[in-house]
């Protein structure tokens, strides 16, 4: 079965830290060009970061640029993100997601609230 869980998510206060983790199992991680994508309540998707299959090049959304972190480990197929300097505005469900869309995690709720 392919699967995409994440994990990592909850309550953080504003300025602080998370770092999210992507567990990959069922198929070709390695070969798979990754992204987080989010929804924030209300709204629609929108994507955050992308990272490329063997993690040399990597692209940011404007809203996250120098404080988000897109990485991967191959070996441990696994996706990770690293958030700091965290506001109110990243409260949202964060997915990871095969960067074709082709592939879903079912998503961890991230709140920023004081």
């Known amino acids: 079965e392919v699967q995409l869980v994440e994990s990592g998510g909850g309550l953080v206060q504003p300025g602080g830290s998370l770092r999210l983790s992507c567990a990959a199992s069922g198929f070709a991680f390695s070969g798979y060009p990754m992204s987080w994508i989010r929804q924030a309540p209300g709204k629609g998707l929108e994507w955050v970061t992308s990272i490329d299959s063997g993690g040399g090049s990597t692209s940011l959304a404007d809203s996250v640029k120098g404080r988000f972190t897109i990485a991967r480990d191959n070996a441990k197929n696994t996706l990770y993100l690293q958030m700091n300097s965290m506001k109110p505005e990243d409260t949202a469900v964060y997915y990871c997601?095969?960067?074709?869309?082709?592939?879903w995690g079912q998503g961890t709720q991230v709140a920023v609230s004081s």
């Open positions: 997601a095969g960067a074709t869309g082709d592939l």
